[in-house]
């Protein structure tokens, strides 16, 4: 008796997406099946390329279809095709997601974060940009090798510049390297509107928002101007960094943006000589708050000085090809976790239902 596709699809409607906790049938992520003498080709389509149970699920499709009589093999194969929150569409058109990355106070690694997330997104295959809305202190055109550069201007539009893959914009495109920005807040607002209302984005699946620490006027600028999907929160491991954490956490619940969750940054330093743990400013701190303040945990980045020479250098890449393997690891690791919440956030806000009134 041959198999049919009927038999293969009923067997799939048993297998769940891990985070999303529904089947991949009603999620509409299977797009094509093969049959052939009992071997079975299954295509699946991912919500995010940086996917971090992709591993599980192939498992699970394997163990659903072997199940059924006369099945010779099972071949898995994947795409992706990044999910959106739908009320951004009519506010930046080709933006899927806005995602803010803040922190309670400075010196914690937000920008490098950032940086982070944002590189280990697009070499995912995602198509992401950066926005670097800390106005007072604007770093990431160093960070990405871009300083002293200038955007051009097409068809009224900014032109983003763009490094590693990424698109970029920055006040610091618009000032000299040491010039201080002396500006009261309506100055702030107007520049974030700015880079919201007058930047050519284009297509993009992540626009990631590099905020100043604390809970100032750029961050209740963004959460007013448009939609976003979440904000992630860095800290560092010291009881003074988390109870500014959680203050940052509170404002965006307040001002209504979902927190994606916490990034323990600086979490511990491994040495490139002996292979030693040293958890220099404790450890572990920012995974209690977020089990305290119920909201996710999205990893540990260590202390590392090739993090910090890249970041440096202008060279945000290097951080994912030449660093000890172990650092990759707990960063490719972090880069997952966000997308899988993103992908989480994304699906509830999807199934809210829309009321309309006649």
């Given at each position: 008796?041959?198999?049919?596709?009927?038999?293969v699809?009923?067997?799939?409607?048993?297998?769940?997406?891990?985070e999303?906790?529904?089947?991949?049938?009603?999620?509409?992520?299977?797009?094509?099946?093969?049959?052939?003498?009992?071997?079975?080709?299954?295509?699946?389509e991912?919500?995010?390329?940086?996917?971090?149970?992709?591993?599980?699920?192939?498992?699970?499709?394997?163990?659903?279809?072997?199940?059924?009589?006369?099945?010779?093999?099972?071949?898995?194969?994947?795409?992706?095709?990044?999910?959106?929150?739908?009320?951004?569409?009519?506010r930046?058109?080709?933006?899927?997601?806005?995602?803010?990355?803040?922190?309670?106070?400075?010196?914690?690694?937000?920008?490098?974060?950032?940086?982070?997330?944002?590189?280990?997104?697009?070499r995912?295959?995602?198509?992401?940009?950066?926005?670097?809305?800390?106005?007072?202190?604007p770093?990431?055109?160093?960070?990405?090798?871009?300083?002293?550069?200038?955007?051009?201007?097409?068809?009224?539009?900014?032109?983003?510049?763009?490094?590693?893959?990424?698109?970029?914009?920055?006040?610091?495109?618009?000032?000299?390297?040491?010039?201080?920005?002396?500006?009261?807040?309506?100055?702030?607002?107007?520049?974030v509107?700015?880079?919201i209302?007058?930047?050519?984005?284009?297509?993009?699946?992540?626009?990631?928002?590099?905020?100043?620490?604390?809970?100032?006027?750029?961050?209740?600028?963004?959460?007013?101007?448009?939609?976003?999907?979440?904000?992630?929160?860095?800290c560092?491991?010291?009881?003074v960094?988390?109870?500014?954490?959680?203050?940052?956490?509170?404002?965006?619940?307040?001002?209504?943006?979902?927190?994606?969750?916490?990034?323990?940054?600086?979490?511990?330093?491994?040495?490139?000589?002996?292979?030693?743990?040293?958890?220099?400013?404790?450890?572990?701190?920012?995974?209690?708050?977020?089990?305290?303040?119920?909201?996710?945990?999205?990893?540990?980045?260590p202390?590392?000085?090739?993090?910090?020479?890249?970041?440096?250098?202008?060279?945000?890449?290097?951080?994912?090809?030449?660093?000890?393997?172990?650092?990759?690891?707990?960063?490719?690791?972090?880069?997952?976790?966000?997308?899988g919440?993103i992908?989480?956030?994304?699906?509830?806000?999807?199934?809210?239902?829309?009321?309309?009134?006649?």
């Open positions: 008796m041959s198999i049919t596709e009927a038999q699809l009923e067997q799939l409607r048993t297998v769940k997406d891990p999303l906790h529904r089947d991949l049938v009603s999620l509409k992520m299977i797009k094509g099946i093969t049959i052939d003498d009992g071997r079975v080709g299954v295509h699946v991912l919500t995010t390329p940086a996917c971090p149970l992709k591993d599980q699920i192939t498992r699970d499709v394997e163990a659903a279809l072997g199940r059924l009589d006369g099945i010779r093999g099972v071949q898995v194969e994947f795409s992706a095709q990044v999910r959106g929150h739908s009320a951004l569409e009519s930046l058109p080709g933006v899927k997601n806005v995602i803010a990355v803040g922190a309670g106070k400075g010196g914690v690694g937000k920008s490098t974060a950032t940086v982070l997330l944002a590189v280990g997104l697009q995912a295959g995602a198509k992401v940009g950066v926005l670097d809305a800390d106005i007072y202190g770093s990431i055109p160093m960070m990405t090798g871009l300083s002293g550069c200038k955007p051009t201007i097409r068809d009224e539009k900014i032109v983003p510049l763009e490094s590693c893959g990424l698109k970029v914009m920055s006040i610091g495109f618009m000032l000299n390297p040491e010039q201080a920005v002396v500006w009261r807040g309506p100055m702030v607002h107007g520049a509107k700015q880079f209302d007058q930047v050519d984005w284009g297509e993009l699946d992540y626009l990631i928002a590099d905020l100043p620490p604390g809970t100032g006027d750029v961050p209740l600028t963004l959460a007013q101007s448009i939609p976003m999907t979440g904000a992630v929160i860095v560092t491991p010291q009881d960094a988390l109870l500014d954490a959680r203050r940052a956490i509170r404002m965006y619940q307040q001002l209504n943006v979902n927190c994606l969750g916490i990034i323990e940054n600086m979490s511990y330093y491994i040495c490139p000589h002996c292979g030693h743990r040293d958890d220099i400013f404790d450890h572990g701190g920012a995974a209690a708050a977020a089990r305290e303040l119920d909201v996710p945990f999205l990893g540990e980045i202390l590392n000085a090739q993090l910090r020479a890249f970041g440096d250098a202008g060279t945000p890449d290097r951080m994912f090809s030449d660093t000890d393997e172990r650092i990759r690891q707990a960063v490719d690791g972090v880069v997952r976790n966000v997308a919440q992908s989480v956030m994304n699906e509830r806000q999807a199934a809210v239902p829309t009321l309309s009134v006649e």
